[in-house]
Structures are given as structure tokens and as C-alpha cells.
């Protein structure tokens, strides 16, 4: 099945700097991955997403990358502002029969003015 | 449009108790999916139930288990809690049955299980 590595677990950056998250995943099958932010208490939200026969997707000052030679996708944050702190998560489908994500362990972003 | 909904939000239990959760999805969403959220091992998934059909299932124990109902609605049930059940229980709704950019997972707020 597929399995998804994210790293790092945690990052702190100050106010205005970029932050970078990176995570592979196993099954070369896999067409579809989304980037979830929880907030502290709150649940998951879906803030991006990219499929397979895209390289890049961008939304304001969140992008995300895909390399599918190499089996890895990125969340590139641009001037991070203080209400990007969260825990996010990247996931990856469980198979190509449903709607189930595996997801990584998250990374907690801590942003400091 | 009401959001994913779930209940109860909190609960404590006790060794060897069992428990029910409760996960009404998004009105004309027939997918529910669950997941477990606890500090160190993230998000795992549990299972995912489509049009009343158990479609997937993660490593967990046969104590976990699950049902969807013809309304859509889900119910997950753990039986012999142990302590290391104590975690975050989430419920995702998505309109269809395929993971994709037209098809995104909504999580509800979850339901906190507290074993004692």
C-alpha cells in the first residue's frame, strides 16, 4: 500500500521568510495529493491540492510541486505571516479504489513576528 | 449548508468499555471516511464506507469497526478500549466515491475518546 514521508516535523520561521515542506510517497500509481492545515483545535482543511499531470499549482502565496520521476511533492509558503502557524499535512491516496488518504506525520510551522 | 457533523464531540471511557461515534456527512456526499489523530503517529486512516459498502480498510484491529447506513450516515465502534485508543476521531465526507481534486475530503470536528 502506499506510504507517505513528510519532513521536517517542525520549522520555525520568521514573519515574511518562505517555508518549505517535503514528502514522497511509494505507489507510483498515485495521481492525486493534497495539503491539509489544522489549526490548533480545529480540524483538517484542505489548502491545496495537485494531480499528477501537473507540475506546479499555485494559490496566492502557497505553491505546490510535484516530481513524479522522483516521487516527491512539495508546499513552498511565501511570505508567511503569523496565521500560517498550523500543523500540515500531506496525503496521498490510499489505492485507486476510493476516496481514503494516507497521510504524513505533519509538520508544525511556528511563524514569529 | 451544514458541514460535516459528529457526535459525541467528547467522551471518557474505561478499560474494556466499548463506544460508539457518530459521523453525518455533508447533505448528497456518500462517501464517509474515518481517521485517527493522535500526537505521534498523525492522521491514520481506519476504514471508508461508499453507498453502504465497507471500500477500504487501514491496520487497525477487528475491535475497530464500522457501518454506513442508506442515508449516508456512519457510525464507527470500538470494542475493549485499551488506553492507547485515547486519541482524536475524525470523520471525512466526500461527494463521490474517488480521491481527486473534484472529490475533496471535509472533515468534521471529531470526537475526542478519553480511556481511562
Known amino acids: 500500500g502506499e506510504n507517505v514521508e513528510q519532513h521536517p516535523s517542525t520549522l520555525s520561521v520568521q514573519e515574511g521568510d518562505s517555508a518549505v515542506i517535503k514528502c514522497t510517497y511509494s505507489d507510483s500509481a498515485s495521481n492525486y495529493f493534497p495539503w491539509y492545515k489544522q489549526e490548533l483545535g480545529k480540524r483538517p482543511q484542505l489548502i491545496i491540492d495537485?494531480?499528477?499531470?501537473?507540475g506546479e499549482k499555485k494559490d496566492q502565496r502557497i505553491a505546490v510541486t510535484l516530481n513524479k520521476t522522483a516521487k516527491h511533492f512539495s508546499l513552498h509558503i511565501t511570505e508567511t505571516q503569523p496565521e500560517d502557524s498550523a500543523v500540515y499535512f500531506c496525503?496521498?491516496?490510499?489505492?485507486?479504489?476510493?476516496?481514503?488518504?494516507?497521510f504524513g506525520k505533519g509538520t508544525t510551522l511556528s511563524v514569529s513576528s | 449548508k451544514a458541514g460535516v457533523t459528529q457526535t459525541p464531540r467528547y467522551l471518557i471511557k474505561t478499560r474494556g468499555q466499548q463506544v460508539t461515534l457518530s459521523c453525518s456527512p455533508i447533505s448528497g456526499h456518500r462517501s464517509v471516511s474515518w481517521y485517527q489523530q493522535t500526537p505521534g503517529q498523525g492522521l491514520q486512516f481506519l476504514f471508508e464506507?461508499?453507498?453502504?459498502?465497507?471500500?477500504n480498510k487501514g491496520n487497525f484491529p477487528g475491535r475497530f469497526s464500522g457501518r454506513q447506513f442508506s442515508n449516508s450516515r456512519s457510525e464507527m465502534n470500538v470494542s475493549t478500549l485499551e488506553l492507547g485508543d485515547s486519541a482524536l476521531y475524525l470523520c471525512a465526507s466526500s461527494r463521490t466515491g474517488r480521491a481527486s481534486g473534484a472529490n475533496v475530503l471535509t472533515f468534521g470536528a471529531g470526537s475526542r475518546l478519553t480511556v481511562l
Open positions: 496525503a496521498a491516496p490510499a489505492n485507486q479504489a476510493g476516496t481514503a488518504l494516507i
Open positions: 495537485i494531480r499528477s499531470n501537473v
Open positions: 464506507y461508499f453507498s453502504e459498502t465497507q471500500r
